[in-house]
Protein backbone atom coordinates (compact mmCIF):
# COMPACT_ATOMS: atom_id res chain seq x y z
CA UNK A 1 0.00 0.00 0.00
CA UNK A 2 0.90 3.70 -0.67
CA UNK A 3 -0.48 7.03 0.09
CA UNK A 4 -2.31 9.09 -2.63
CA UNK A 5 -1.63 12.87 -2.94
CA UNK A 6 -3.21 12.92 1.08
CA UNK A 7 -2.30 10.12 3.39
CA UNK A 8 -6.70 10.08 2.97
CA UNK A 9 -6.18 7.80 0.04
CA UNK A 10 -4.20 5.00 -0.36
CA UNK A 11 -3.20 3.49 -3.88
CA UNK A 12 -3.33 -0.24 -3.80
CA UNK A 13 -2.28 -2.82 -6.48
CA UNK A 14 -3.44 -6.10 -6.93
CA UNK A 15 -1.63 -9.04 -6.45
CA UNK A 16 -3.12 -10.56 -9.32
CA UNK A 17 -0.85 -9.53 -12.19
CA UNK A 18 -1.45 -9.60 -16.03
CA UNK A 19 0.97 -12.82 -16.36
CA UNK A 20 -1.80 -14.65 -13.48
CA UNK A 21 -5.15 -13.69 -15.49
CA UNK A 22 -2.75 -15.44 -18.90
CA UNK A 23 -1.64 -18.44 -17.47
CA UNK A 24 -5.44 -18.40 -16.12
CA UNK A 25 -6.58 -18.94 -19.25
CA UNK A 26 -3.92 -21.54 -21.31
CA UNK A 27 -4.52 -23.15 -17.76
CA UNK A 28 -8.46 -23.76 -18.89
CA UNK A 29 -7.67 -24.01 -22.34
CA UNK A 30 -5.18 -26.97 -21.75
CA UNK A 31 -7.32 -28.75 -19.63
CA UNK A 32 -10.31 -28.48 -22.23
CA UNK A 33 -7.63 -30.13 -24.64
CA UNK A 34 -6.31 -32.82 -22.49
CA UNK A 35 -10.07 -33.79 -21.11
CA UNK A 36 -11.14 -34.53 -24.88
CA UNK A 37 -7.64 -36.54 -24.94
CA UNK A 38 -9.24 -38.56 -22.65
CA UNK A 39 -5.42 -39.65 -21.40
CA UNK A 40 -4.43 -41.05 -24.96
CA UNK A 41 -0.96 -41.13 -25.56
CA UNK A 42 1.08 -40.32 -28.63
CA UNK A 43 4.03 -40.62 -30.87
CA UNK A 44 4.01 -37.13 -32.27
CA UNK A 45 2.33 -33.90 -31.89
CA UNK A 46 2.13 -31.02 -33.66
CA UNK A 47 0.88 -27.73 -32.24
CA UNK A 48 0.69 -24.56 -35.02
CA UNK A 49 1.31 -21.07 -32.70
CA UNK A 50 3.41 -20.44 -29.95
CA UNK A 51 2.08 -17.63 -28.70
CA UNK A 52 0.35 -17.29 -26.09
CA UNK A 53 -1.20 -20.66 -24.82
CA UNK A 54 1.09 -23.08 -27.72
CA UNK A 55 3.58 -23.14 -25.65
CA UNK A 56 1.98 -23.94 -21.95
CA UNK A 57 0.22 -26.35 -24.00
CA UNK A 58 3.15 -28.03 -25.47
CA UNK A 59 4.79 -28.27 -22.49
CA UNK A 60 1.89 -29.91 -20.49
CA UNK A 61 1.34 -32.43 -23.88
CA UNK A 62 4.60 -33.53 -22.92
CA UNK A 63 3.51 -36.22 -20.38
CA UNK A 64 1.18 -37.72 -22.99
CA UNK A 65 2.88 -37.32 -26.21
CA UNK A 66 6.67 -39.15 -27.16
CA UNK A 67 7.47 -36.02 -28.97
CA UNK A 68 6.18 -31.87 -28.83
CA UNK A 69 6.59 -29.65 -31.87
CA UNK A 70 5.87 -26.29 -31.70
CA UNK A 71 5.44 -24.66 -35.02
CA UNK A 72 5.79 -20.82 -35.01
CA UNK A 73 5.81 -18.20 -38.01
CA UNK A 74 8.06 -16.32 -36.28
CA UNK A 75 11.39 -17.48 -35.14
CA UNK A 76 11.79 -15.43 -32.69
CA UNK A 77 9.05 -16.87 -30.16
CA UNK A 78 12.11 -19.81 -30.06
CA UNK A 79 12.78 -17.88 -26.80
CA UNK A 80 9.73 -17.99 -25.34
CA UNK A 81 10.12 -21.61 -25.21
CA UNK A 82 11.69 -22.55 -22.09
CA UNK A 83 11.17 -26.72 -22.06
CA UNK A 84 14.36 -27.81 -24.16
CA UNK A 85 11.53 -31.34 -24.62
CA UNK A 86 9.71 -28.96 -27.09
CA UNK A 87 10.98 -28.97 -30.56
CA UNK A 88 10.25 -25.36 -31.97
CA UNK A 89 10.41 -25.03 -36.02
CA UNK A 90 10.32 -22.09 -37.28
CA UNK A 91 8.20 -21.91 -40.92
CA UNK A 92 10.87 -22.37 -43.24
CA UNK A 93 12.47 -25.51 -40.62
CA UNK A 94 9.06 -26.94 -40.81
CA UNK A 95 8.19 -26.12 -44.47
CA UNK A 96 11.51 -27.96 -45.58
CA UNK A 97 10.91 -30.81 -42.80
CA UNK A 98 7.56 -31.28 -44.25
CA UNK A 99 9.01 -31.70 -47.84
CA UNK A 100 11.10 -34.10 -46.97
CA UNK A 101 8.56 -35.90 -45.23
CA UNK A 102 10.15 -35.97 -41.60
CA UNK A 103 6.58 -35.18 -39.77
CA UNK A 104 4.12 -37.85 -39.14
CA UNK A 105 2.32 -36.27 -35.90
CA UNK A 106 -0.71 -38.43 -34.36
CA UNK A 107 -2.18 -35.39 -32.42
CA UNK A 108 -2.34 -31.85 -34.44
CA UNK A 109 -3.32 -28.49 -32.39
CA UNK A 110 -3.79 -25.48 -34.59
CA UNK A 111 -4.12 -22.54 -31.93
CA UNK A 112 -2.99 -19.75 -34.79
CA UNK A 113 -6.36 -18.54 -35.01
CA UNK A 114 -7.72 -15.72 -37.71
CA UNK A 115 -4.96 -15.66 -40.24
CA UNK A 116 -3.17 -18.57 -39.15
CA UNK A 117 -2.45 -21.86 -40.59
CA UNK A 118 -4.05 -22.64 -43.57
CA UNK A 119 -6.69 -25.64 -44.08
CA UNK A 120 -4.32 -26.82 -47.07
CA UNK A 121 -0.89 -26.74 -44.61
CA UNK A 122 -3.26 -29.53 -41.81
CA UNK A 123 -4.40 -31.53 -45.61
CA UNK A 124 -1.16 -33.02 -45.47
CA UNK A 125 -1.88 -34.75 -42.32
CA UNK A 126 -3.63 -37.63 -41.06
CA UNK A 127 -3.47 -37.50 -37.48
CA UNK A 128 -5.27 -39.53 -35.04
CA UNK A 129 -6.99 -36.30 -33.51
CA UNK A 130 -6.83 -32.86 -34.92
CA UNK A 131 -8.70 -30.09 -32.85
CA UNK A 132 -8.50 -26.06 -33.82
CA UNK A 133 -9.43 -23.65 -31.60
CA UNK A 134 -12.21 -21.58 -32.44
CA UNK A 135 -10.87 -17.62 -32.71
CA UNK A 136 -14.98 -16.47 -32.66
CA UNK A 137 -15.94 -15.64 -29.03
CA UNK A 138 -19.38 -13.95 -30.23
CA UNK A 139 -21.25 -12.85 -33.35
CA UNK A 140 -19.57 -9.86 -35.35
CA UNK A 141 -19.84 -10.15 -38.76
CA UNK A 142 -16.13 -9.60 -39.69
CA UNK A 143 -14.77 -11.69 -37.74
CA UNK A 144 -17.32 -14.50 -39.10
CA UNK A 145 -16.09 -14.36 -42.31
CA UNK A 146 -12.45 -13.90 -41.56
CA UNK A 147 -12.70 -17.60 -39.41
CA UNK A 148 -12.07 -20.48 -41.50
CA UNK A 149 -11.75 -23.08 -38.28
CA UNK A 150 -14.18 -25.61 -39.51
CA UNK A 151 -12.61 -25.65 -42.87
CA UNK A 152 -9.52 -27.12 -41.73
CA UNK A 153 -11.33 -29.75 -39.56
CA UNK A 154 -11.42 -32.05 -42.85
CA UNK A 155 -8.20 -34.48 -41.65
CA UNK A 156 -8.14 -36.63 -38.63
CA UNK A 157 -9.75 -39.62 -37.02
CA UNK A 158 -10.92 -37.55 -34.18
CA UNK A 159 -11.81 -33.51 -34.84
CA UNK A 160 -12.56 -31.43 -32.52
CA UNK A 161 -13.10 -27.08 -32.03
CA UNK A 162 -11.83 -25.96 -29.13
CA UNK A 163 -13.75 -23.22 -27.87
CA UNK A 164 -13.42 -20.28 -25.18
CA UNK A 165 -16.36 -18.25 -23.44
CA UNK A 166 -16.93 -16.00 -20.84
CA UNK A 167 -19.73 -16.88 -18.31
CA UNK A 168 -22.20 -14.25 -19.14
CA UNK A 169 -19.68 -11.62 -20.64
CA UNK A 170 -18.71 -11.06 -24.38
CA UNK A 171 -15.20 -11.31 -26.04
CA UNK A 172 -15.04 -10.61 -29.16
CA UNK A 173 -12.50 -12.93 -29.96
CA UNK A 174 -11.87 -16.44 -27.30
CA UNK A 175 -7.39 -14.84 -28.19
CA UNK A 176 -5.73 -15.22 -24.81
CA UNK A 177 -5.21 -11.67 -24.62
CA UNK A 178 -8.36 -10.65 -25.97
CA UNK A 179 -9.59 -12.71 -22.84
CA UNK A 180 -6.77 -11.23 -20.58
CA UNK A 181 -7.59 -7.54 -21.20
CA UNK A 182 -11.76 -7.72 -21.13
CA UNK A 183 -10.80 -9.81 -17.82
CA UNK A 184 -9.26 -7.29 -16.61
CA UNK A 185 -11.30 -4.34 -17.81
CA UNK A 186 -14.36 -5.57 -16.17
CA UNK A 187 -12.87 -6.60 -13.13
CA UNK A 188 -11.96 -2.78 -13.38
CA UNK A 189 -15.56 -1.96 -13.77
CA UNK A 190 -16.30 -3.56 -10.78
CA UNK A 191 -14.40 -2.59 -8.49
CA UNK A 192 -15.00 1.11 -9.21
CA UNK A 193 -18.48 0.26 -7.38
CA UNK A 194 -17.19 -0.41 -4.07
CA UNK A 195 -17.63 2.18 -1.80
CA UNK A 196 -14.61 4.52 -0.73
CA UNK A 197 -13.11 3.63 -4.14
CA UNK A 198 -11.91 7.07 -6.58
CA UNK A 199 -10.71 5.09 -9.34
CA UNK A 200 -9.35 2.01 -10.83
CA UNK A 201 -6.31 1.88 -13.41
CA UNK A 202 -6.02 -1.24 -15.60
CA UNK A 203 -1.55 -1.96 -16.15
CA UNK A 204 -2.48 -3.02 -19.24
CA UNK A 205 -0.34 -2.14 -22.93
CA UNK A 206 -0.02 -3.43 -26.35
CA UNK A 207 1.95 -6.68 -25.20
CA UNK A 208 1.84 -7.36 -29.08
CA UNK A 209 3.96 -4.32 -30.32
CA UNK A 210 6.49 -5.51 -27.73
CA UNK A 211 6.48 -8.79 -28.78
CA UNK A 212 5.77 -9.08 -32.60
CA UNK A 213 6.83 -5.35 -33.87
CA UNK A 214 10.12 -5.06 -31.57
CA UNK A 215 10.46 -8.82 -31.15
CA UNK A 216 11.31 -8.78 -27.44
CA UNK A 217 10.22 -11.25 -25.34
CA UNK A 218 12.25 -10.57 -22.32
CA UNK A 219 10.56 -6.99 -22.34
CA UNK A 220 7.30 -8.31 -22.81
CA UNK A 221 8.07 -11.32 -20.03
CA UNK A 222 8.42 -8.21 -18.00
CA UNK A 223 5.62 -6.07 -19.03
CA UNK A 224 3.19 -9.23 -18.09
CA UNK A 225 5.04 -9.48 -14.69
CA UNK A 226 2.73 -6.27 -12.98
CA UNK A 227 -0.36 -5.56 -10.56
CA UNK A 228 -3.47 -6.19 -13.45
CA UNK A 229 -5.00 -3.22 -11.42
CA UNK A 230 -3.95 -0.17 -9.29
CA UNK A 231 -6.70 0.95 -6.93
CA UNK A 232 -7.04 4.29 -5.45
CA UNK A 233 -9.47 3.93 -2.44
CA UNK A 234 -9.85 5.72 1.16
CA UNK A 235 -9.94 2.17 2.60
CA UNK A 236 -7.20 -0.28 2.44
CA UNK A 237 -9.53 -3.16 3.40
CA UNK A 238 -11.02 -3.46 0.24
CA UNK A 239 -8.13 -5.03 -0.66
CA UNK A 240 -9.66 -8.46 -0.47
CA UNK A 241 -12.75 -7.74 -2.25
CA UNK A 242 -10.63 -6.70 -5.21
CA UNK A 243 -9.16 -9.91 -5.64
CA UNK A 244 -12.12 -11.52 -5.10
CA UNK A 245 -13.87 -9.30 -8.06
CA UNK A 246 -10.01 -10.64 -9.92
CA UNK A 247 -10.96 -13.69 -9.25
CA UNK A 248 -14.37 -14.31 -10.25
CA UNK A 249 -13.40 -12.55 -13.72
CA UNK A 250 -10.82 -14.71 -14.29
CA UNK A 251 -13.55 -17.54 -12.93
CA UNK A 252 -16.11 -16.45 -16.09
CA UNK A 253 -13.54 -18.09 -18.60
CA UNK A 254 -14.58 -21.39 -19.52
CA UNK A 255 -13.05 -24.07 -22.32
CA UNK A 256 -14.06 -27.14 -24.16
CA UNK A 257 -13.51 -28.68 -27.22
CA UNK A 258 -16.69 -29.68 -29.43
CA UNK A 259 -16.48 -32.73 -31.30
CA UNK A 260 -16.75 -32.04 -35.06
CA UNK A 261 -18.05 -35.34 -37.37
CA UNK A 262 -17.43 -33.61 -40.77
N1 LIG B 1 -5.02 -18.58 -30.27
C1 LIG B 1 -3.83 -18.17 -29.53
C2 LIG B 1 -3.21 -16.93 -30.10
C3 LIG B 1 -2.76 -17.10 -31.49
S1 LIG B 1 -1.89 -15.73 -32.12
C4 LIG B 1 -4.23 -17.92 -28.09
O1 LIG B 1 -5.38 -17.63 -27.85
O2 LIG B 1 -3.36 -18.00 -27.20
C5 LIG B 1 -1.24 -16.51 -33.53
C6 LIG B 1 0.05 -17.28 -33.31
O3 LIG B 1 0.24 -18.15 -34.43
C7 LIG B 1 1.26 -16.35 -33.30
O4 LIG B 1 2.26 -16.85 -32.46
C8 LIG B 1 1.69 -16.36 -34.77
O5 LIG B 1 3.06 -16.04 -34.93
C9 LIG B 1 1.41 -17.81 -35.16
N2 LIG B 1 1.10 -18.02 -36.58
C10 LIG B 1 0.29 -17.29 -37.38
N3 LIG B 1 0.22 -17.81 -38.61
C11 LIG B 1 1.01 -18.92 -38.60
C12 LIG B 1 1.36 -19.88 -39.57
N4 LIG B 1 0.87 -19.83 -40.80
N5 LIG B 1 2.20 -20.89 -39.21
C13 LIG B 1 2.69 -20.96 -37.95
N6 LIG B 1 2.39 -20.07 -36.98
C14 LIG B 1 1.57 -19.06 -37.30
Redesign the pocket.
Known amino acids: MKYGITESVKTLESKTKVVDVIHSI?EEKTKAVKYFLEGEEFRETLI???????HYMASSLLNDSEKVIL????PH?KDIVLNERITFMD?NTFNLALRNKRLNPDLVID???L????PE?LSNFDPEVLIV?N?KGIYDRDIFQADNSREKLKTGRRKGLLNTYRISRVSKT????TLTIDTILDACHEIRELEGVLYVVPNIRYYEGTLFHEKNVKKFIGEINTPAVTVSSLEEDIYPKVEEILGKNIDRIKSFVEPVDR
Open positions: VFGAYLCGVDKYLILTGGGVSVEPSGTM
